[in-house]
């Protein structure tokens, strides 16, 4: 049996406040919350990938990863998609508000065993979420790392998160950037690339040398996505990373509905490698 | 009906070797106790597991629902009288098509022993607008009474009937096994699991459990064919079927109408005539 | 088996004696009683209110630590965006349950395993630490009790606090725990056992399949055709889940109107198609075999591999309840006849 974390579980949330809203794209808003209370804000930490629980009081909760990076203290952010009962509630928060908060929950990305390592970061849509944790978790220790690649896509110029983020990744010389959309997704002004996120990796010069990838998006583009990486740029599955986004209420091992065959995707992840999933039933 | 259990096999075979059907959704006996369960006879050789005999109470219309039924290819179904009038709610309701369906119709007598309540007043032993019928024809006066119960509760006051309900709906786990058996609860999704709006609480607390069991029975108002599923298979034994007869009861004396009698009927919460509607309404 | 702490005998008439001092201490009582046909756990004043006979209780032991719904959080919503939000206290008032048949008992070993194995729940163990279970030795089995196939018998007394074995003049009881020794206080004339005694035979329920041989299957079946013949008749309701006394699926939601309302914890179900449904629309199971196949590999592989026990006790209520006429029992023989016929062919 897997180790204790050992602690008490009343499934009560921190009480949080919004204090800023970013529009993101039609249907993806950021909040950013911080505590209300001084001393919870001081003693809260977490590592990028954990997850927890949003509650908007009187619709209930939902989870999502903790967009911001560990680096960053005293807030958390996290980015939603408008998708369904609790979603919509969350756009409709105002600056102010008051939401609920409780994590952070599950396993994380293993950023220290990083240290040296070049790293490639794939994202897709909404799925840039997690992986922007981590992204700034390494920059903000950028000595630490090797090459870092970011290759980020959406379906239309409009539905790309973290706009003013991407644009100071492009502009720095320490980062490579690869932002692509969909064929069709294009605007007269866009200079990046057109095209799907693996057909685009795929023409990149990439080296799994000593590299480690970061890969989110959605189910569709994983599949297509991680042929690219071992096939083409020989990355083994043990360096490619990624989350599982299993329906969650508890968050801590109990409810019964993230599991895939023996693991609990709340405590056995969200991260998990490439090689991981390989070994579980497929009902991810 | 050792007899009608050769003539079904003899029938199933045929239906599946010549591929008129994919899969012949019959009754066999299963277990220990050779309890009458649902069979799906996919091959022509599983038809030995089919059989019929006096304890095949269950309501199999229910399993064209389903989509891992319907995913198995062209059904032949086995129904008695009863659930023939299930058939017919779902052809009219457009859940099914009468072609795309092979309907083998048992005459019956009754089942369950003892006799189930709903058998004493049936009046279709003999399903009709069947492609194959099996066994005799049965000459069986339906009793008198059929609302019997319903009129008892109707007798109460109010403040006892709120009692009675408050107790029995109180104990409802809401492991919607009443829904998940009714041939006419075929919503992909439900209302009860729609939640923008929340339109029902899902916890099993008597606000909850009041809201879920009426909005259940309102929907099968003028739907509802009697096959008494829903209450035989509660875990928790509440007489839900109840509610629905006092429903039936209200159809038929308000509207002189049965669901299910043809499949072709226009039930009388889903039709709308100019010329008979003369309310004026809101506009 | 485990060997008792103390063991001790009783004359009849113990057990009316016992609940009668209890009563006047104040201490909630609960046991099975008979209503309308149905047995289930219910607080009495009085032994005389227990149900004469019984196989085992409709709704399972489980409920009195994990309620079929709870509160677990309030709050109130006046203007201005402001909630304020509070926990609530577990309704856990000291408690003897009397009564208990040992495959509940052994469930409740699951539901501890669960519940604590990694963050302790405060709900379920605040109850946990205010119950003390008295257990009883079944003398009757129906025909779908399956726990001389899966667990001790019908004399286990693992799980228990007091395990009580009726003996021709009395009982025989065998006190298990420190809350056990604490409860035989307030029985009266209780003598220690002389090693002698014999219990009243207990029902037999001989094993019907191998576990262990079902494992085997299952580590290398997860996808074969079986899972769509077992899983066609199945209905996909939450009779057998609810009534499970190990399944432990819960659903929270919120509850609310104007004024603020709570957030409850209910039971949930694995059979459910809305269980594991993605709001976009992905479902990573998406049929009933693919929900079915879950259920019972949870119970007989999943549950195994992580906590090194079956989450499957053989109360057999699956199958009393089960509107499709569905039988594990069933299920685990023919698993058991497809792993003969494997192995024998390989």
Redesign the interface.
């Known amino acids: 049996?897997?180790a204790?974390?050992?602690?008490?579980?009343?499934?009560?949330?921190y009480?949080m406040r919004v204090e800023k809203i970013t529009e993101e794209t039609p249907d993806v808003t950021t909040l950013k919350l911080l505590f209300d209370d001084h001393q919870q804000a001081e003693k809260f930490t977490f590592k990028a990938g954990q997850f927890g629980l949003y509650?908007v009081?009187?619709?209930?909760?939902a989870t999502f990863c903790i967009a911001s990076s560990p680096t960053r203290k005293g807030y958390i952010e996290c980015s939603v998609k408008r998708?369904?009962?609790v979603?919509?509630a969350l756009h409709s928060?105002?600056e102010?508000?008051?939401i609920?908060f409780r994590g952070p929950y599950g396993n994380c990305f293993p950023v220290d065993e990083m240290k040296g390592r070049n790293i490639l970061f794939v994202g897709g849509g909404i799925g840039l979420a997690p992986v922007r944790s981590v992204i700034w978790n390494c920059l903000d220790r950028r000595d630490e790392f090797g090459d870092i690649t970011i290759c980020y896509g959406a379906r239309t110029v409009d539905d790309l998160v973290y706009k003013e983020e991407l644009k100071e990744w492009e502009g720095r010389d320490d980062i490579n950037t690869i932002f692509t959309v969909d064929p069709g997704g294009e605007t007269p002004d866009w200079s990046g690339k057109v095209g799907f996120v693996p057909t685009v990796l795929g023409e990149a010069k990439i080296s799994s040398d000593n590299a480690v990838c970061i890969l989110c998006g959605p189910?569709i583009m994983i599949k297509f996505t991680l042929p690219v990486l071992v096939d083409t740029h020989g990355f083994a599955k043990e360096n490619v990373i990624t989350t599982l986004?299993?329906?969650m209420?508890?968050g801590?091992?109990?409810?019964?509905?993230c599991?895939?065959?023996?693991k609990y995707v709340c405590?056995d992840g969200p991260v998990f490698t490439c090689a991981e999933i390989e070994e579980m039933?497929p009902?991810? | 009906m050792q007899e009608l259990t050769a003539q079904l096999r003899e029938k199933a075979k045929e239906l599946l070797d010549a591929k008129t059907v994919d899969l012949v959704i019959g009754y066999g006996p299963t277990g220990d106790n050779g309890e009458m369960t649902a069979v799906f006879a996919r091959k022509p050789e599983d038809v030995e597991k089919l059989g019929l005999n006096g304890q095949c109470f269950r309501n199999l219309a229910v399993y064209l629902n389903k989509p891992e039924v319907r995913k198995q290819g062209k059904p032949a179904i086995v129904v008695k009288g009863c659930d023939r009038r299930a058939l017919n709610v779902l052809i009219r309701e457009r859940r099914l098509a009468r072609e795309d369906l092979h309907i083998i119709g048992v005459n019956c007598d009754g089942v369950g022993e003892p006799l189930m309540g709903k058998c004493k007043f049936c009046s279709v032993h003999n399903p009709e607008e069947c492609d194959d019928v099996l066994g005799d024809q049965i000459e069986m006066p339906a009793e008198d009474g059929q609302f019997d119960d319903v009129g008892e509760m109707e007798q109460l006051s109010g403040d006892e009937r709120w009692k009675f309900w408050s107790e029995k709906l109180g104990e409802c786990i809401r492991c919607y096994a009443c829904r998940q058996v009714c041939p006419m609860c075929y919503c992909k999704r439900c209302v009860v699991e729609k939640n923008i709006p929340q339109w029902v609480e899902t916890s099993p607390h008597l606000r909850g459990n009041l809201s879920w069991n009426v909005i259940r029975a309102f929907h099968l108002t003028g739907r509802c064919i009697g096959c008494g599923e829903c209450e035989r298979v509660c875990p928790m034994a509440i007489p839900i079927g109840l509610i629905n007869k006092k429903l039936t009861k209200l159809v038929k004396e308000e509207f002189q109408f049965a669901a299910g009698m043809t499949d072709d009927e226009k039930g009388p919460f889903s039709t709308f005539d100019l010329d008979i509607d003369t309310d004026k309404g809101i506009l | 088996m485990k060997e008792p702490e103390q063991k001790l005998v009783v004359p009849n008439g113990w057990l009316e004696a016992l609940v009668r001092k209890l009563r006047v201490q104040g201490t909630r009582v609960l046991a099975p009683v008979e209503r309308d046909g149905a047995v289930d756990f219910r607080e009495i004043n009085s032994a005389d209110e227990m149900a004469a006979n019984y196989v085992n209780t409709r709704v399972p032991l489980k409920e009195i630590l994990f309620p079929r719904t709870e509160t677990i959080l309030e709050f109130d919503q006046p203007s201005g965006g402001d909630v304020v939000f509070s926990g609530v206290e577990a309704n856990a008032a000291p408690t003897i349950v009397i009564g208990a048949r040992p495959c509940d008992l052994s469930a409740i070993g699951v539901l501890d395993t669960v519940f604590n194995w990694d963050y302790h729940d405060t709900f379920y163990g605040q109850r946990r630490a205010n119950t003390t279970f008295v257990g009883v030795a079944c003398r009757e089995a129906d025909g779908n009790c399956f726990c001389g196939s899966v667990a001790g018998g019908a004399g286990e007394n693992e799980g228990s606090d007091v395990f009580v074995r009726p003996t021709a003049d009395g009982a025989l009881l065998e006190i298990m725990t420190e809350r056990g020794k604490k409860l035989a206080q307030s029985i009266d004339d209780a003598a220690p056992a002389a090693g002698k005694e014999e219990p009243l035979p207990v029902a037999a329920t001989e094993e019907r399949f191998d576990v262990e041989k079902i494992k085997g299957w299952l580590d290398d079946h997860f996808d074969d055709d079986f899972w769509l013949d077992v899983s066609l008749k199945c209905l996909g309701c939450g009779a057998c889940s609810y009534l499970c006394p190990t399944c432990h699926c819960f659903d929270i939601v919120d509850e609310s109107d104007w004024r603020g309302g709570e957030r409850r914890r209910n039971w949930d179900c694995c059979s459910f198609a809305l269980f594991t449904l993605h709001t976009s629309g992905h479902n990573p199971r998406p049929d009933q075999q693919s929900r079915c196949r879950n259920r019972l590999m949870h119970k007989f592989k999943y549950f195994v591999e992580r906590f090194g026990r079956r989450a499957c006790v053989g109360c057999g209520r699956c199958i009393r309840v089960c509107g499709a006429g569905q039988n594990i029992v069933n299920v685990l023989i023919d698993i058991t006849r497809a792993e003969a016929a494997t192995s024998g062919s390989a």
Do not use: H, W
Request: net charge positive.
């Open positions: 049996m897997p204790s974390t050992d602690q008490a579980i009343d499934y009560l949330p009480k509650s009081f009187g619709y209930g909760e998708a369904g009962r979603t919509q928060l105002l102010g508000d008051t609920g189910p986004e299993n329906r209420k508890c801590v091992g109990k409810c019964g509905r599991n895939v065959g023996n405590k039933p009902e991810y």
